[in-house]
């Protein structure tokens, strides 16, 4: 409860009083439960909101699985609040695959992933080459995604 409140009601006769301090404390019930209530609520909406931002950066994750690159891409901040917090790239010249934290980057959190494309150079590529080479998008990771590992072979046993 709050502090103290000061209530200087108009002379009221005994019956009165008690009926005006038991309506007193049913709104301070009903305040407090609305109070719970709508941070449920919050707690719920924010919940949704953030399956809703994991869903758009699995649907755009299969857009450039699928090649169709003209599909809008969600902002830095959904995929941060969405769980997808790691994009990941490759240099096609050098087959040089990053996985870059977007939590990390220096970019306005209101941006498309997709656009920071035009951001994203690889450095050995561009002192070997003398010039800037763009990485592919290969998608947003999950931030507890193992890194892939390549398959295990299959070793012939000595018989």
């Known amino acids: 409860m709050s502090a103290a409140?000061?209530?200087?009601?108009?002379p009221m006769s005994g019956g009165d009083r008690k009926y005006y301090a038991r309506e007193i404390h049913k709104a301070e019930v009903t305040f407090a439960n609305?109070?719970?209530?709508?941070?449920?609520?919050?707690?719920?909406?924010d919940d949704a909101r953030a399956k809703a931002y994991a869903l758009d950066c699995a649907a755009w994750n299969a857009a450039l699985f699928i090649g169709e690159f003209d599909h809008v891409s969600p902002t830095i901040a959904a995929a941060i609040k969405g769980g997808f917090a790691l994009l990941e790239v490759r240099c096609e010249h050098c087959k040089h695959t990053e996985i870059i934290d977007l939590a990390l980057v220096v970019q306005p959190r209101d941006r498309q992933v997709a656009l920071m494309r035009s951001y994203l150079y690889y450095g050995s590529c561009q002192r070997a080459l003398g010039k800037k080479r763009r990485p592919d998008l290969i998608g947003l990771r999950p931030?507890?995604?193992?890194?892939?590992?390549?398959?295990?072979?299959r070793t012939k046993?000595?018989?």
């Open 5 to 10: 409140r000061i209530i200087k009601p108009p």
């Open 34 to 45: 609305l109070l719970q209530q709508a941070a449920t609520a919050h707690a719920a909406a």
């Open 143 to 153: 931030i507890g995604d193992p890194q892939p590992t390549a398959p295990s072979r």
């Open 157 to 159: 046993k000595a018989s």
